[in-house]
């Protein structure tokens, strides 16, 4: 664990038991990994996450992102918000952590400024809806993580989905074209765990915008 301190671990470690216990999910092991490295590296100042669950990869971000990091997390369930909400104020980041409830979609349109990283782990199906919304507030040298982008296997797999799977492998599919094909951003997809894109936007590039005007 990167810039974790022992108190931190062990509510940390608590929280990860709890998910277990409660089929809370949260980042795998594997994932958390890259995701430590990525923040580590870019030390964004201004964070947008997109799905808090209890706050798990929240507190991580806050960890091994700048010491005057901000995050905004954005969580549908007004329960797992509260619960978020207790772990985090148990955290030294308390303070530098806002929690906002309700539909994600609508919620990005509301925010403003830029952020210089944005954390996806929310409704698979919507990654291509919520990367739109978040484009405009995208700094110019932002980092985009999204996690379990190869859904079970299935996205870049050879085994067919399951029909009830087909249209959320269908827009992850879809998610990784637009962080893929454009050239704005320089994307690596490590597959260990559920795949985890890590995102570079590449500044001076502005391609995107016009591809995802062309996809509507």
């Known amino acids: 664990m990167r810039n974790v301190n022992d108190g931190l671990a062990e509510l940390l470690a608590e929280m990860k038991a709890y998910g ?9 092991i594997n994932g ?6 990525a923040v580590a590296a870019r030390k964004p100042r201004r964070v947008l996450e997109i799905g808090t669950a209890i706050g798990y990869s929240t507190l991580y971000i806050a960890a091994n992102a700048a010491p005057e990091v901000e995050i905004v997390s ?3 369930s007004e329960e797992r918000a509260a619960e978020a909400r207790a772990f985090v104020d148990r955290s030294p980041y308390g ?3 806002r929690i906002i409830t309700g539909d994600a979609g609508e919620n ?3 925010l403003t400024g830029f952020f210089d990283m944005v954390f996806i782990d ?6 291509p809806d919520y990367f739109r919304k978040i484009y405009p507030l995208l ?12 859904f079970r296997g299935y996205v870049r797999g050879d085994v067919p989905a399951p029909r009830r799977f087909r249209t959320i492998v269908k827009r992850l599919r879809e998610y990784i ?5 454009s050239g704005e951003f320089q994307t690596e997809i490590y597959e260990n765990g559920d795949g985890l894109a890590v995102s570079q936007r590449l500044a001076g590039k502005g391609n995107v915008e016009n591809n995802m005007e062309d996809k509507k």
């Open 32 to 37: 958390l990994a890259v995701l430590e490295k």
């Open 122 to 127: 929310a409704a698979k199906g919507q990654y």
């Open 177 to 181: 074209a637009m962080v893929t094909d």
């Open 108 to 110: 990005i349109q509301k």
């Open 74 to 76: 954005l969580e549908l």
């Open 139 to 150: 700094a110019e040298d932002a980092l985009v993580v999204a996690d379990n982008v190869l």
């Open 95 to 97: 303070q530098q952590i």
């Open 20 to 28: 277990e216990a409660n089929h809370v999910p949260i980042i795998n």
